[in-house]
């Protein structure tokens, strides 16, 4: 079952410009992570957040989460046309059994 | 190494065969997990190892049939498969199941099969 709700489902940007992305989940989470998949290939860890944080930052790519909203969102400065990819948020429900639920997916286009 | 690997990367099989897919791992992960996905959907769980030992079977269909040989080699057997069946199909492994501490919890997937059943 998906428990993730990325918005908006599809962007296409310029070069240069940021990406935001938005992921809304529906019970309690342990963490939540950002994964990048490129057509047809297996996806790429970006980030983890735990539920404790607030706001997570790895080079490019900032990760906030709002608990009480129950959202993240992921937010990647200065795009290149290699960003362009499908992303994926997925969350590791809180007391349930140890596996990841995806969301479904963003896909991102990035404009040379 | 920090690679997944999946063998083989393309598959087209009749509805009356039997295949296998393959993956493997070593990176000592003791956790591995295949996924299945369908075009423009996200990845969704079908089982998990940890230890060598099936811990989660999202109620897959029988025809589907996970082996885990030893802690890096981890195959699915496929027989009397439908044709909405294919699909992508993603291995992934972890250090652990179950460890909170961030590192565990980070997967690594392969690139995939891609399987298509006529």
């Known amino acids: 079952s998906q428990q993730g709700e990325e918005d908006p489902q599809a962007l296409s940007i310029q070069e240069g410009e940021n990406a935001t992305m938005n992921c809304s989940y529906k019970t309690s989470i342990n963490n939540l992570q950002w994964y990048r998949q490129n057509s047809g290939r297996g996806l790429v860890h970006l980030i983890l957040?735990?539920?404790?944080?607030r706001e997570k930052h790895s080079g490019r790519l900032r990760v906030t989460l709002d608990t009480s909203k129950k959202s993240s969102s992921l937010l990647i400065t200065a795009s290149r046309a290699a960003d362009t990819a499908s992303y994926f948020c997925a969350t590791d429900v809180q007391g349930g059994s140890e596996k990841l639920v995806f969301g479904k997916g963003m896909k991102l286009t990035v404009n040379p | 190494d920090t690679e997944v690997t999946q063998t083989p990367k393309h598959l087209v099989m009749g509805m009356t065969n039997k295949k296998s897919l393959k993956c493997e791992q070593h990176m000592g992960h003791r956790a591995m997990y295949w996924y299945k996905q369908k075009a423009k959907k996200p990845p969704e769980l079908m089982f998990v190892?940890?230890?060598?030992?099936?811990?989660i079977n999202e109620s897959v269909p029988s025809r589907f049939s996970p082996e885990c040989p030893n802690s890096s080699l981890l195959n699915l057997h496929l027989h009397a498969l439908q044709p909405e069946d294919s699909a992508l199909y993603l291995c992934a492994s972890s250090q652990e199941v179950g460890l909170r501490d961030g590192v565990n919890e980070k997967l690594f997937f392969g690139s995939g099969t891609q399987l298509s059943v006529l």
């Open positions: 190892y940890s230890y060598e030992k099936l811990s």
């Open positions: 957040i735990r539920s404790n944080e």
